[in-house]
Every structure is written in structure tokens, then in C-alpha cells.
């Protein structure tokens, strides 16, 4: 599937429904299967990666029932997971097969996990080796510089070791992974960031009763004297601040009167916003509310094209808006001045290595992007528009979405190609611009 992206004409004016939280909703599936009770889910997106948590919870013996505007999950409780009668495909979704790792170490079948070609290139070992510390079993392909999928999870003997484990990055897949694993540890089971991912888990098992206490950057479950036992009536998905993103960029750019309704603002999600107020950007939040265990507000771009200026993102803010990266690159390249990304060697193995086909994508409009080992630099070019381009996305959903809005100030008609997996996190990606008053055809 090709994108095409013609030059905006007038701002970008509406209210747009983003889709459910990516993360929140695997969280939503795969917790559900654990609950004791029935849970009711709203909100979920209809993304394909949460489509494959979604097969994968049914594999492992729930049933899901749509009610409404929702969904019924009825799981399995901690302890009656089924074995499922075939390999697991996990598709394009590097969270459902992490959690995955963590939720199955501690049942007493194997299950084979699997995925598609950029999956199966994925680093597995920073979730093997720390529930192999465990004692789970966990074998997967390769022995040189790293293990990736096909994975063989289980089967346990018997209960899970318990661990102390300070992680080599920071991680919420690794993190949740064994705090997964930790539910059916003889023990206590910590875990121990170096920065701020992502922490809907550790919000979530607790609003679900587990055993859990977070202190800083420690997390613990401690299962001694639990009577494993987990239950909620239901989660609210809020909306995704990494879908929202693209949408805010191009209002900030292409000048908007933009309104997003009830975008998790949960602050280990939202360093985006604060790298755009950085930038000298002003997005409103609005109406701010809690959602269950999440806070959700309206995000709300006016004006014209606003001015931004260079700014450096490391540290935790590059943690806290790894997702958004891309983005934030083409915020980068309508900035005045040279912006530097560092610590953010995790984009190297995301869906695509994203510090190469980033600055591929900006290269491609004009701008001048340099790769380092840990990010990138670009330089600036907010005086005349970028030259229209034909972009590669790499099969990458966030390159595709990035080029899409870069293509909105560019000086003609912008194509992106395989931009297919768009439909991963936010089907409706061109179709919301398009009702925006932008110009974005999908090309099968
Ligand atoms: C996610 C965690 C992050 C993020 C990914 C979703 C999650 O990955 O990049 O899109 O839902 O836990 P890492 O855990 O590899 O940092």
C-alpha cells in the first residue's frame, strides 16, 4: 500500500477520535486472561497489533464477546490457561510477543511465539535472559549476537525462581515481561529501571489486585501469602498519545484549530509534549480526567503554523517520547536550528532501525540528517518548504505516518511506500487527516 500526500492548502480543522492506547489495550487483552472474573473493555483500538493480543488471548483459553460499545473478556483466572493447539502469530507486535514470553514462562505447556519478517529480526534475549534467570525455558533462533523469534516459551516444572533484576535499558516490555513471569514466582520478583518506560503495567496488575508495589524506579510482586487472585469490573482505553502525535505535529506545522478528545496523558507517555513546549510550541491540554488507573485530557492545537526552535532531546526524555522520535524529527526539520537526539540507541530495534530510516525519510525531503550511534541530528529548514519526496517507509508505521505529515508542507505531491503497516496501530491514519481538509490517498 503506497500514500500519497499532497501539499496542505488551508489548517487542518475538526475533532478526531484516536484510536485506543497500543499499549494499553495488549495490556487490557492479555491481563483480562488472567482476571478471575469477566472484564469489560472500551475503548480498545483496532489496530492489527492488538488484534494479534487479542487472537492470542483466545488461543490461551478466553473468550471475547463484543457487548455494545465494548468488549466482554472472560479469561482463564492465573492458573487455567489452556495450551493452544498451534504456534501463536504475533504478527508485526514486538509487545504481545514480549509480554507473551513473561505471561506463558510459568504455565506448565510450551507455546511457540512467532512473527512477521521485521519481528522475527527483533532482539529476544533482554526478556530470555532475565526469565531464564527465573528458571523458565526459553529457546529461540540464533546463537551469534542476539536470539529472535521463533520462540518455544515453557514448560515449567514447577513455580517460577524469584529474581532481583536492574535492567540493561529501559524497557516496559522487558519490565512487564518478568514482572508477568513474577506471578508465578516462589517469592519476590523486582525489577529495576535506569529510566522512566512506559509504567501502564505496573498501574494496571495493581488496579487488578496483584501483589505489587512500586518504589522509584523498583517495582516488586511479591507472591508469599497471595491468594492469587485477580479481578476488575473493566478498563477504559483511552486514546493514543502516539497516534495523536502525528495529528498535533501537523496542526503545529500546517496551522490547525485541532481538538483530540481524552488522550492518555500518563506523564511516562507524554515527553513529546514536553519536547514541542520546548521547541517553543504551545499544544493545550483540556478537560483532564482519570480513566481507571490512567489520566486522560483533550489535546488542542489553534492558530497558524507556529514558530519552533532546535532543541536537544536525551536522558529521559528521549525515554519518555521514544515512540514519538520520528515525529518529533519532522517537528525538527520546520524548527530553526539543528536539533540533536541522543540516548536513544533503543530506536535501533524498533519495528525498523529507526535512527537510519528516520533520517532516510528527512533525507528524502531535503533536509540534512546525520545518524549517530544513539540518535540523530537534523537541521533545520523552516523558511521554504521541503521538496516533495518518494519515501520508503520500510514497512515501518510510524516512518509512514511521519512522511505523511512531513508531505504536508512539502512543494508538491509526496509518495510513501509500504506504508501497509499503518494499519498495525491506526487504520484510519489518512483518513483523519483527510477529514482535517488534508489531501492523503491510500494507494493499494
Ligand atoms: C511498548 C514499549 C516500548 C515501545 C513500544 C510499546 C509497550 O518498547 O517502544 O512501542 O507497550 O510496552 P520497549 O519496551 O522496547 O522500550
Same mark, same amino acid.
Given at each position: ?118 519481528? =522475527? ?15 523458565? =525455558? ?307
Amino acid at each position: 500500500m503506497k500514500l500519497h500526500v499532497e501539499p496542505i492548502t488551508r489548517r487542518l480543522t475538526g475533532t478526531v477520535t484516536i484510536p485506543g492506547d497500543k499499549s494499553i489495550g495488549h495490556r487490557s487483552l492479555l491481563f483480562s486472561l488472567l482476571s478471575a472474573t469477566p472484564v469489560r473493555v472500551l475503548g480498545l483500538g483496532d489496530g492489527a497489533d492488538n488484534g494479534r493480543s487479542a487472537k492470542a488471548i483466545t488461543a490461551l483459553g478466553a473468550t471475547i464477546v463484543r457487548d455494545g460499545a465494548g468488549l466482554v473478556i472472560t479469561g482463564t483466572g492465573l492458573d487455567g490457561l489452556r495450551a493452544p493447539s498451534a504456534p501463536i502469530d504475533c504478527g508485526n507486535s514486538g509487545t504481545t510477543i514480549r509480554l507473551l514470553c513473561g505471561l506463558l514462562a510459568g504455565q506448565r505447556f510450551a507455546t511457540t511465539l512467532f512473527g512477521d519478517e521485521s519481528l =522475527s529480526k527483533r532482539p529476544m534475549r533482554r526478556v530470555i535472559e532475565p526469565l531464564a534467570a527465573m528458571r523458565a =525455558s526459553i529457546t529461540g533462533q540464533g546463537s551469534g549476537a542476539d536470539v529472535t523469534p521463533p520462540l518455544t516459551v515453557g514448560p515449567a516444572t514447577g513455580p517460577l525462581a524469584p529474581l532481583d533484576y536492574v535492567l540493561p535499558m529501559a524497557s516496559a516490555q522487558v519490565k512487564t515481561a518478568i514482572l508477568l513471569a513474577g506471578l508465578y514466582a516462589d517469592g519476590d520478583t523486582a525489577v529495576t529501571e535506569p529510566g522512566p518506560s512506559r509504567d501502564h503495567s505496573e498501574r494496571m496488575l495493581a488496579y487488578l489486585g496483584a501483589p505489587l508495589t512500586v518504589t522509584g524506579r523498583r517495582t516488586v510482586i511479591s507472591t508469599r501469602g497471595w491468594n492469587r487472585r485477580l479481578a476488575c469490573d473493566g478498563f477504559e482505553v483511552p486514546a493514543d498519545p502516539s497516534s495523536a502525535a502525528f495529528l498535533v505535529a501537523a496542526a503545529l506545522i500546517a496551522g490547525g484549530e485541532l481538538r483530540l478528545p481524552g488522550v492518555c496523558i500518563n506523564p511516562t507517555r507524554t515527553g513529546f509534549l514536553d519536547a514541542i513546549t520546548a521547541m517553543g510550541g504551545h499544544v493545550a491540554i483540556e478537560n483532564s480526567r482519570a480513566a481507571g488507573p490512567e489520566t486522560v485530557a483533550d489535546l488542542v492545537v489553534s492558530g497558524p503554523p507556529q514558530e519552533l526552535r532546535a532543541i536537544t532531546i536525551g536522558g529521559d526524555l528521549a525515554v519518555r517520547s521514544i515512540d514519538e522520535l520520528p515525529i518529533l524529527a519532522v517537528l525538527a526539520a520546520r524548527a530553526r536550528g539543528t536539533t540533536i537526539v541522543r540516548d536513544a540507541e533503543e530506536l535501533r530495534v524498533k519495528e525498523s532501525d529507526r535512527v537510519e530510516s528516520t533520517c532516510a525519510m528527512l533525507r528524502a525531503f531535503g533536509i540534512r540528517c546525520e545518524s549517530r550511534p544513539d540518535g540523530f541530528t537534523v537541521e533545520g529548514q523552516p523558511d521554504r518548504p521541503l521538496t516533495a519526496a518518494r519515501v520508503h517507509a520500510d514497512g515501518d508505521h510510524r516512518i509512514a505516518m511521519a512522511a505523511a505529515v512531513a508531505g504536508l508542507v512539502a512543494d508538491g505531491l509526496t509518495q510513501i511506500d509500504d506504508a501497509d503497516n499503518v494499519a498495525t496501530s491506526y487504520p484510519g491514519f489518512a483518513a483523519a487527516l483527510t477529514s482535517l481538509g488534508a489531501n492523503v490517498a491510500t494507494i493499494a
